[in-house]
């Protein structure tokens, strides 16, 4: 029995990064188990073997999604704004369709999905991620900021995967700017 893909990685990963790029560029609903399995050299024997249901199967390939990498050198606040040139530098180097959480939870309309325990794990650490760097900068509110910036990244992806360009992600990268000039200068974050 097969345990390696073909770059040496353990086999259950590499069927999940076949299917992350499946689903991703055409569309979980659209792309069955059997062409997973054609796609990643394998029987559908194997492929049930590693999972037990295409659902178990959707939530690893979430897992095993390209990530942006977010800075960890600088100063909170240049991390936070590296975060939006991580996005800029993520999608110029990929055929980008969209956020993939964001395309797999308008796909998946049961809340009780696996994956969708996954979505919201993800996004919930990159919410943190901001949290956590706002309070360290000094805001006077880091939930609110951590929101807020979180809002304008989900932004930048929907609108850079709609116009296909970078105009959006520059005007998130901007808008970023403003929302700690506020915060972070001031001592408070722009509120209703």
Not at 56 to 62: D, N, P, S
Not at 164 to 173: E, I, K, M, N, S
Not at 176 to 188: F, K, N, T
Request: aromatic share 6%; glycine share 8%; charged share 30%.
């Amino acid at each position: 029995m097969r345990t390696r893909g073909p770059r040496g990685q353990p086999l259950r990963e590499h069927i999940a990064r076949v299917a992350a790029e499946l689903f991703y560029r055409d569309g979980i609903h659209v792309v069955g188990v059997d062409r997973v399995a054609s796609e990643a050299s394998i029987t559908k024997r194997t492929l049930y073997r590693h999972y037990r249901s295409k659902d178990e199967l959707i939530a690893a390939a979430l897992r095993a999604a390209p990530r942006i990498v977010f800075p960890v050198e600088g100063t909170p606040r240049e991390q936070i704004l590296g975060a939006f040139g991580a996005l800029e530098a993520f999608l110029a180097g990929t055929q980008y369709r969209g956020c993939p959480y964001i395309i797999f939870a308008a796909e998946l309309a049961d809340r009780r999905h696996p994956a969708r325990t996954v979505i919201e794990a993800l996004l919930a650490r990159r919410r943190e991620w901001f949290r956590d760097r706002a309070a360290a900068a000094g805001a006077n509110d880091p939930e609110l900021l951590a929101e807020q910036l979180d809002v304008v990244f989900d932004g930048a992806l929907a609108s850079g995967s709609k116009r296909g360009d970078v105009r959006p992600l520059q005007a998130a990268a901007l808008t970023a700017r403003l929302l700690l000039d506020s915060a972070l200068d001031r001592g408070r974050v722009l509120s209703k």
